[in-house]
């Protein structure tokens, strides 16, 4: 299996700045994209930001020119940097990571716990 821990949550003003991190841990299971995705009450979960293993980037339209994923595939961990955060931006941010067991055609996706992001007018 593969473990995703989740960091850095919390409540920001708008305007403000936040960093979110996920570290993936699990044996034998290679990485091909990272991504996060966030889900606001009464609303489906929604992708964010992805990046592939190789550093292609894609990102929502509602987060464009605000928020940089990015990735250190040496510690299996990617970021999310989300700045000029307004109320619309506040959710359960998750974590996903997706990627094959070694020798195993099969692809898998896990998703980490989730993390709150609250942003106040």
């Known amino acids: 299996q593969v473990q995703l821990v989740e960091s850095g949550g919390g409540l920001v003003q708008a305007g403000g700045s936040l960093r979110l991190s996920c570290a993936a841990s699990?044996?034998?299971?290679?990485?091909?994209?990272m991504g996060w995705y966030r889900q606001a009450p009464g609303n489906e979960r929604e992708l964010v930001a992805g990046?592939?293993?190789?550093?292609?980037?894609n990102y929502a339209d509602s987060v464009k020119g605000r928020f940089t994923i990015s990735s250190d595939n040496a510690k299996n961990t990617v970021y999310l940097q989300m700045n000029s955060l307004n109320p619309e931006d506040t959710a359960v941010y998750y974590c996903?990571?997706?990627?094959?067991?070694?020798?195993?055609?099969?692809?898998?996706?896990?998703w980490g716990q989730g993390t709150q992001v609250t942003v106040s007018s």
């Open positions: 990046i592939t293993d190789g550093g292609r980037t």
């Open positions: 996903n990571a997706a990627g094959r067991f070694s020798g195993s055609l099969q692809s898998n996706s896990f």
């Open positions: 699990g044996s034998n299971f290679r990485i091909i994209a």
